[in-house]
């Protein structure tokens, strides 16, 4: 599938798997790896990340790989670490991986001078460059820096400290003299008393640091200072049988001289009670090991012989450890005395007790054995033997019965409490002994011209044992702490930068862990309160405190009873004897045996005062603290002194310390728990990236910056190597210029408001760039001038460009406003005189027919002159009427025409008149002649009759065709006043309909802001899921790592929870198929979304042929009640899809002809064509823009899987569509099933031609044709190369994988065409030729139709 492209795939052993995608379900992946002989692999989309092309290339920064996930970081690690390349960064970030092998030159004074002063990223990654970034920082920032080292024991983080501190003094500490020495010897002298042999570290700190070296004004060391937290006293009395105590204890044993190890009466460890229960073997080379005496041997160093490790030598230490100490200012006297205690530490552990026989008082008494390790102990401590051995089995109790002080009472102690009390006693003096060595590197190193510091932490990583204590607790405090100022520091305060600084990269989710700080160090209910609380009552119980614990906190996330550990041991603890924290970086269990007893720093006052009155300068010293309540007591009671309530202060002080410097960050990893050299366990290391947060950092840098320096910074640190012509511009625009000058690629920087951001590893090559060679930089400094030239010259045309166009707008404006006027101002004249110029122009019109009135009046002799009168009388009225109709400006219409018929009135009349006059005339003189001929007068008149009734025949026809013309232009402007009226009321509607569509709009968007919120908490409660069930992961993963070094079982979680996590999917494993190992979870996580729960979680199915594809059926398909498919428009229900494989629903799709069974596998098929289009999109190439099957602005506007809001937009756009009649699709019958409505789209679009180059982008129409609400055909026509042509059911992978009503273009203004507009377009394109080819492959029912293909 999807061109067989390569993929990881999650692996138990491997951590991930190269292989290619099998098939994809709507929640899961099947991959099936590069060797056909392994079992395919089931997991979820969010488990599968795509392959690089060139999987077998490494590089420097992980950020530039094409794909940033963990499985190519994984990847990356294992290519690098197999080439002895243990440095990779990630963005600023460096992950050092342990060697466990000596790696020749990658230390040595060439590798110093050569990553002295060059940018990171600029040389291959190394640990000295980190603390080269840090003096630069220091030194351009102006501010003090830090360090953090951080990693589980045995990953190398103090071997990183002391490289740090190394480059450091060497580079800039030449000057100090005998300080860079100490400085740099400080750590093994530290080492010797604080570090000691794990299971899992040979050279395990016990103890956390943070080196502060200081430097002066002109940045030179001028000194340093050592901050310590919590040394392990436990390990002084009692270690694993695999575990070592403190180095200190064996190097006397191995390397003290004879005559040292004679007055200090010290022989082989196993004969040291404090020794022996533990590893007493020493660490030797093979010419050390030669100068070892017999009685320096123990029983299984003889057994088995020596330890071996690179870095350690017992014999040969301790003389680098007593120099160390000369080299402090410890003078012979003092280190005599500090041999002595250490040595007086070793003889009391072989102090031992039992119950006297004759005493009835329950006390103890040391034993008769014990008498020389009692008188050896005093001598080397400096105490009186007898009081020593009164203090140790009894302890002084104050009361007071009247008097003001009271009486003393000497109250004796069981043997267990004498014991208790003698190792409280080696405790105290070791731990009082480590903090004088501390103060005396510190007084060595003094600091007074200091002016800025870099500082360098080292403590212990995260801690898990099969029995985990109080040490192990304030370990994982501090560990929570810090993770938590990492992603405050690197997530949380980067995103907001980003936001402030307007860059708009997304928000990258990461898990807070405040909760699990707030459980712990909560005031009142935090587990230090509670334990506080505990050791001050007068009979403190572990059981009691447990219980308050978990009383307390009883429905908190982070804490749970022992018996719900993933591992089995832990599940035998009762509830009131630990607890289980789950930790950032997975769940711990706790045995709270000896929390209060831990808790307690403070001693017997027998026993302090008889180490006060000590003969040993020395010892008493490092206990006269000058504080006076420590060494009373109140009333009888014990004196405390809170151990977790000192952790915290000192805690609180190094985080403000952390937070007001710039900080780096070295993450160290473990490749192994074997811990031998070229061994890379995959699932180990991911756990630790994990952890350490590198995926949140990968997802961050994926689209983020994270180098910056301000413009100023930027301008003054190139400054000077600009002309003056250059360097006097303003910073923005110098930036500006010199990045353009460059040709760098606009993809790999940004500017912000204040800030100029770069993506990882490119400030380097600006840097390297501009350090480069006299003759570059003249270069440069010329493409810098010529482009300021081309930009203002660019400036100036802009300018004169968009001058002209406004010349040109402005021409063309006017040049239609003159149009526009004159139509205007005609349109107004013609309805102002156009009536009266048509009533003048009939009234001239008129003067033709005065022609035959004034030939009558010149016919008559009688009354000529009084019928010409009349005529002239008849013209005069005319002319009266015209200039009365010219003069009067608002004249109505109907008194135009009264004008008009009273003047056709009087012309009629005075025809008439003139005809009459002119007849009586003619019968005056006719009388005369008709005397004489009658007839021919008779024959005249008949004559002239005749033709006045023709005339007037004629006159009456004119008159009723000027009113017929009359009552035509009278129908006229009826009809036109109707269209005008109709319009008025169509324009009416329209503003109606338009007020009606903003109004559903409105609703619209007040749904869609409910919609929002919605989402917003389901996302949120998604967010709580997803981090819950990663935190399951870890615990169970933490609890197999755990399993495997001491053999003990962890419980599967199929007995307790039957869920399956999205992070380790395994759906219906088939034949031959692998299965992951799952997690358990909480069932009530899931119980809040029915439609989650048919996500998240596959149900065991008894019935062999519920869910299996049609090939693995014999019945007919009958809906399911438990696993049914959803369907949110049909609402029906049938078997369980998801169980298909893509090919089996791709054959359905196109060969079925049932309608409820081809909806629901349509609906199967496009889920799961999103859902792996979504993590195409989320696992795309770095600074690639994904390639959808649609244009963006369709992915923009799409609609969320909301699908009654999709249902109901549908229906109104379907309705209004049918409305207006804009589709009218007369759905037909194929094969008795109902074809659905064709609707076509057509969109632009425009995206980039290469990714690269962002501005350069192609630009064309994207075409769609949608059979219902499913995609059937896709189009995109570019003008410069031939269109795109996809079909549904050939090429589903690359097609718009969304729903028509999801898209949104049916509310999309003039997005839809006609349907033969696009299948003009298709058949132009060679669309017609397509189909046929591919015509018993397409799955649209409409174009099976057209294309005459019935399926049975």
Known sequence: MDEGREVWAPDPNDGYKLGRIKDIKSDAITVQPLNPNEKPIIAGYDQVFPCEEYRDKDVDDNCALMFLNEATLLNNLRLRYMKNAIYTYVANILIAINPYMELQKLYSKDTIKAYMGRSLGSMPPHVFAIADKGYRDMKVLKESQSIIVSGESGAGKTESTKYILKYLTECWGTHAGPIEQRIVESNPLLEAFGNAKTMRNNNSSRFGKFVEIHFDAKFQVCGGHISHYLLEKSRICVQNEEERNYHIFYRLCAGAPANLRQQLRLTSPDQFHYLRRGCTQYFCRKETEKSLNQNQKSQQFLKRGCLRDITIDDVSDF?????????????????????????????????????????????????????????????????????????LVSRIMQTSHGTRRGSAIMVPLKMSEAQNARDALAKAVYARLFDYIVSRVNQSLPFTSSKSYIGVLDIAGFEYFQMNSFEQFCINYCNEKLQQFFNERILKEEQALYEKEGLKVKKIHYVDNQDCIDLIEGKGVGIFDILDEENKLPRPATEHFTAEVHKKNKDHYRLSIPRKSKLKMHREIRDDEGFLIRHFAGAVCYHTGQFIEKNNDALHTSLEVLVLKSKSQLLKQIFDTGDQQTTGQVQGKLNFISVGNKFRSQLSLLMEKLRSTGTSFIRCIKPNSKMIDHLFEGTQILTQLQCSGMPSVLDLMHQGFPSRTQFAELYAMYKHYMPPNIARLDPRLFCKALFKALGLNENDFKFGLTKVFFRPGKFAEFDQIMKSDPEHLALLIQKVQKWLLQMRWRKCQWCALSVIKLKNKIEYRKRFFTTIQSCIRTWRLKREYGPRIKCMTKIRMLHQQLEPMQRLAGQLKKDKEQAQAKVAALIGEMNVMIDKIQKTKHVSQSEIDRFYDNLMRMMDGTLLRLQEMVNEERVAEEQEKLRKIQDEMEKERKKKEEEERTRRAEEEKKRQEEEERRRKEEEKRRREEEERRQKAELEERRKKEEEMRKKMEEEEKVHAEVMKKQREIEEAARLLQQQRMEQERKDRELALRLAAEDQSLVEDPSRYDYSVSRRRTVHNKAPGQRILPLPSGNMNLFNSSPQLNSQMMIQQQSSPIYGQPPSAMTSPLTPGNDFAAFDPFGKQKFADLSKWQYAELRDTINTSCDVELLEACRQEFQRRLRVYNEWRMKNKKANDPFDHGAPESVMEMALPDDFALIERLSNANSASNNANQLNPFVAGKVTGAQVEEQRYFRIPFSRPVDPFQPN??????????????????????????????????????????????????????????LEQEFEQEWNRNGGAAMLQVRRNQVSSKYLQMKLGVVRN
């Not at 103890?364 to 005093?378: H, I, P, R």
């Not at 995609?1271 to 028509?1300: F, H, W």
Request: proline share 3%.
């Open 319 to 391: 003389q680098l450890t007593d120099v160390a100490m000369t080299h402090m200012g410890i003078t012979n006297e003092e280190k005599f005395s500090i041999y002595s205690i250490i040595a007086g530490v070793l003889h009391l552990g072989n102090i031992t007790f039992e119950d006297p026989q004759d005493d009835t008082t329950g006390g103890c008494q040391v034993t008769s054995e014990s008498t020389e390790s009692l008188k050896l102990t005093s001598h080397l401590l400096g105490c009186d033997e007898e009081g020593l051995r009164e203090s």
């Open 1256 to 1313: 350069n982008v192609v630009t064309g129409w994207w075409l769609a044709h949608f059979d219902g609400k499913w995609i059937a055909r896709q189009m995109e026509i570019y003008p410069n190369r031939p269109a795109v042509l996809l079909v549904a059911g050939v090429d589903d992978m690359k097609m718009c994988e969304m729903t028509l009503p999801q898209t949104g273009l049916t509310v999309k203004q003039n997005a839809e065409i």
